[in-house]
């Protein structure tokens, strides 16, 4: 059964400072590997998708990676703004394309 | 990609009485999945549902409980049946497409 978790919980920052979210799952048979940020209240918002035979991926001020073999993705947020205060949150697809399960997330305050 | 509509976006229920939310996809998808999320926590797979089969539960959560159907490639609804106030809770569902996952508003439920 694929277990997520997500280092740390949480985080606070100043901003402007770079930092790394840390997504681990112990089944590395995965099709794909995908980060969603979500505001209080609100809705999930696709942030990046990486697949499994992918190292990295990059969206302006993110970059995520992907290691599959040691069951490990990093979140990396360069020069972080208020505006990236937010829960983040790695989900994991398996190779049967049959369910996504998600991490617990990390609550990410970047103070101005 | 996918927009799907979700209703209904909130509601307040008696304890005992069940509630039925539909979710609809501008795209014909293969499977469709049910979300639930607690008050301060990550998401929580409840079901997978493919159009003309029958739903695969997850560990804790029962077709009794929790029925779904999936008429065809664009609807499913999720009941929550003889609710009480542990149901109450954000559910969400969402779809696959281009390898992404996507989702609905969500359904905000609280059970009094």
């Known amino acids: 059964k694929q277990e997520v978790t997500q280092i740390p919980a949480a985080l606070s920052v100043p901003e402007g400072e770079n930092l790394v979210l840390n997504c681990s799952f112990t089944?590395?048979?995965?099709?794909?590997l995908q980060w969603f940020r979500q505001d209080p209240g609100k809705g999930l918002t696709s942030l990046l998708l990486?697949?499994?035979?992918?190292r990295e991926q990059t969206s302006g001020r993110l970059n995520a990676s992907l290691d599959k073999s040691s069951g490990r993705s990093t979140l990396y947020i360069a020069a972080s703004q208020p505006g990236d205060s937010a829960t983040y949150l790695c989900?994991?697809?398996?190779?049967?394309?049959?369910?996504?399960?998600f991490g617990p997330g990390t609550s990410l305050s970047v103070i101005p | 990609s996918a927009v799907i509509s979700q209703k209904p976006s909130r509601d307040i229920c008696q304890r005992g009485t069940s509630l039925t939310i539909q979710c609809q996809v501008d795209?014909?998808?293969?499977?469709m999945f049910w979300y639930r999320q607690q008050p301060g926590q990550s998401l929580t797979l409840i079901a997978t549902?493919?159009?003309?089969?029958?739903?695969?539960?997850e560990s804790g959560f029962v077709i009794d409980k929790f029925p779904i159907s999936r008429p065809n490639l664009t609807f499913s609804t999720l009941t929550v049946s003889n609710m009480s106030p542990e149901d109450s809770s954000i559910y969400l569902c969402?779809?696959?497409?281009?390898?992404?996952?996507?989702f609905g508003s969500g359904t905000q439920l609280s059970v009094l």
């Open positions: 990486i697949q499994s035979s992918q």
């Open positions: 089944d590395s048979a995965i099709y794909n």
């Open positions: 549902a493919n159009q003309g089969s029958e739903a695969t539960y």
């Open positions: 795209s014909q998808v293969t499977m």
């Open positions: 989900a994991v697809m398996g190779t049967s394309y049959d369910k996504v399960i």
């Open positions: 969402s779809v696959v497409s281009a390898e992404k996952l996507f």
